[in-house]
């Protein structure tokens, strides 16, 4: 059954345009609301925990999302800002029937989104999110007044999420001594971030974490990583972590400023765990640089590559029995330590690896030598598939020869514009571009003919 709100990543828009509208969120609650009631039978009203990051919207989609669990008779619980991850790790510990994130993750402020967690702290199924599309369909109603739900707020939310956040951190181990630069995208973390690092010893210098409502991923966090290069350049600090505004992704510098993306990141938490004992393997994406796959199996530890998209991963993860794999962006899941992505918590991984090693960012990350890659896209007319055209597939496969093991061609239309993306890693940066612009050229010759 094909989505007809729900993507990837909950439903997400611009505000103000259908379906992020206060109207269409109200049913939205409302049909959240019913479906997790008759989950339980009626013999248990359900509890929601909502959550929301810093942008202006917030206020008002939280109100609208409250009206509508309330008429359904569902209780709510309101955590303010929070990190999506945070809502997942409460929603478990309190044993609430569900948890819900108000926010549009890395996009501007103009853009805000719905996404669900279970009471399990993981994505909900296809299956319930399909239900919950069903039911919006269906007019909405109102229970009686004395099975209202009530909405209380969760006071201690902040505290119980960073003595979480510690708690995945080794006991023998802290950050004395380590001077860091905490970027929080002015968003979700903004108020909790700064606190985790230092109560565990670091000196912390934060940035990003005046939040106006505006500002939310605006030149600073995960997207734009720049800023807190330079403040770690000009702090004189060891270590840069930068989170986005929901503060599930996570981007890191080290003294030089130089930038280490969730590829890198992912295979140094990977070695990390090596060094205690065996892995079976690891997950990335399509789009996963390939000197990973090639270093990891060196090392006798498997590799498989899930779609694009952190629920894509986790799927690969939990049909391998694996515990660790992202995405380049930032999305890092160490299943032993959260049911999510949270940028947070790979942090800690991260720095508790350095301190084990006894070794810095560079020298760790630099084990791995990243494959140079070009990418270029091609404008193509809609509807276009490359895959049903010979000549192209044949220039692909002619160039995967010549690169062998040392390298590797993907191509995909782009789901939001008429493009094709051609992608070529290669362990030659010459022999990347040149390969990939054959390959675009092809695709020109191919429309023009």
């Not at 039911?135 to 099975?147: H, R």
């Not at 290069?229 to 400023?257: E, F, Q, T, W, Y």
């Not at 490359?386 to 995967?400: D, F, G, H, Q």
Request: proline share 4%.
């Amino acid at each position: 059954m094909s989505r007809k709100y729900f993507g990837t990543d909950g439903i997400r828009g611009l505000v103000g345009v259908s379906p992020i509208t206060p109207d269409f969120v109200m049913r939205l609650g409302y049909a959240a609301g019913k479906v997790l009631a008759g989950a339980r039978g009626g013999a248990v009203r359900p509890t929601v925990l909502i959550g929301k990051d810093t942008r202006i919207s917030g206020y008002m989609l939280e109100a609208a999302l409250e009206a509508g669990f309330s008429a359904a008779g569902v209780d709510v619980m309101l955590a303010g800002p929070m990190p999506t991850p945070a809502i997942a790790y409460l929603t478990r510990a309190l044993r609430l029937s569900a948890g819900v994130v108000i926010s549009a993750s890395h996009n501007p402020f103009q853009d805000n989104g719905i996404k669900f967690f279970s009471d399990q702290g993981t994505k909900l199924p296809d299956a319930v999110e399909l239900e919950i599309e069903a039911a919006l369909d269906m007019p909405m109603d109102c229970v009686s007044s004395e099975k209202l739900g009530r909405a209380k707020r969760l006071d201690d939310a902040h505290g119980r999420y960073i003595e979480f956040c510690k708690s995945t951190f080794p006991n023998e181990l802290d950050l004395r001594g380590l001077k860091l630069v905490v970027d929080c995208a002015h968003g979700a973390a903004y108020n909790i971030a700064p606190h985790v690092f230092h109560e565990l010893g670091a000196e912390v210098v934060a940035i990003g974490n005046k939040p106006d409502g505006f500002n939310i991923n605006l030149g600073h966090g995960a997207t734009a990583p720049e800023a807190m290069a330079a403040a770690v350049r000009a702090h004189g600090a060891d270590l840069g972590i930068a989170l986005d505004g929901d503060a599930d992704r996570l981007i890191m510098c080290d003294a030089n400023g130089r930038l280490y993306n969730g590829d890198e990141l992912l295979y140094l938490m990977v070695m990390d765990r090596l060094a205690t004992g065996p892995v079976a393997g690891a997950v990335g994406t399509l789009m996963t640089n390939m000197a990973v796959e090639v270093a990891l199996k060196e090392k006798g530890i498997g590799f498989a590559r899930a779609k694009v998209g952190d629920r894509y991963v986790l799927e690969v993860m939990k049909d391998k029995g694996w515990l660790l794999g992202g995405e380049g962006s930032g999305h890092l899941l160490c299943l032993d330590k959260h049911t999510t992505g949270d940028g947070i918590i790979s942090a800690l991984q991260v720095l508790s690896a350095l301190k084990r090693a006894g070794k810095s960012l560079e020298q760790c990350a630099g084990e791995l030598v990243i494959f140079p890659q070009t990418l270029v896209n091609v404008r193509v007319s809609p509807g276009f598939d490359w895959t049903k055209n010979a000549a192209m597939v044949a220039e692909k496969e002619l160039v995967e020869r010549e690169l062998g093991d040392s390298g590797r061609v993907l191509i995909r239309a782009s789901g939001t514009e008429p493009l094709i993306r051609v992608m070529v890693e290669a362990r030659n940066a010459t022999d990347a571009e040149s390969m990939a612009r054959r390959i675009a050229d092809k695709v020109e010759v191919q429309l023009a003919a």
